[in-house]
């Protein structure tokens, strides 16, 4: 039997992007931590393209997760619903961690475009906030959801957002977890630091 999406077509072009969203933000991480640990041994600047794609196009599929929204039929939000944490009343703790922890993936992955004026060590440690954001993302797609509770969507996310956790882990609990304080890899003198390294790593 057909069934026209026509009526439902942005609220399913909101739930797709989200989903690609999650996925996306969590390979960058996870690539983002593990060239940031001594794991790859000095060949993390070869990862560097595959991390800034992945980064840029989590950040393009959080824009679209949240724009896509604005044409649904059955929630009605306005900018500031999408836009602004706690102006929506639909589910307003959910939607609000969605909001704070998108505009925190974007802000914080294109900081790298700043990060001289902002200084690589303290650009560093700002930086490392970029995990708790995907943290929030994840929490909120668990909550927030449609397909939260389908087996399908917990073994995809289970399977993107396993490692990303375990990296944190090594990262925050393992030895020799970081290269040198403010170098970032790909950075050194005749590296390949001038390239844009955005949301991911933290």
Do not use: C, N
């Not at 969203?21 to 640990?37: I, K, Q, Y």
């Not at 794991?39 to 800034?52: I, M, N, Q, S, T």
């Not at 044409?71 to 306005?78: A, K, N, V, W, Y």
């Amino acid at each position: 039997m057909y069934t026209d999406p026509t009526p439902h077509l942005f609220w399913i072009t909101s739930r797709a992007a989200g989903f690609a969203a999650l996925v996306l933000a969590s390979l960058a991480v996870s690539l983002g931590l593990l060239m940031s640990t001594r794991l790859l041994k000095g060949k993390a600047a070869d990862l560097r393209a595959a991390h800034e794609a992945l980064s840029l196009s989590a950040i393009v599929a959080i824009v679209v997760h949240a724009v896509a929204l604005l044409g649904d039929r059955f929630l009605h939000p306005s900018l500031a619903d999408i836009a602004v944490p706690f102006a929506s009343s639909y589910k307003t703790g959910w939607m609000t961690l969605g909001i704070v922890s998108g505009w925190g993936m974007i802000a914080l992955g294109l900081s790298y475009y700043a990060r001289r004026s902002i200084g690589a060590v303290r650009w560093r440690k700002l930086h490392r906030l970029t995990a708790l954001m995907w943290l929030g993302g994840l929490v909120h797609s668990l909550g927030m959801g449609t397909d939260a509770g389908q087996v399908w969507f917990i073994a995809m996310t289970a399977i993107v957002a396993i490692p990303a956790l375990a990296l944190l882990g090594i990262r925050i609990f393992g030895p020799g977890r970081v290269l040198q304080p403010g170098r970032v890899p790909g950075d050194e003198p005749g590296g390949a630091g001038h390239r844009l390294r955005p949301a991911g790593s933290a």
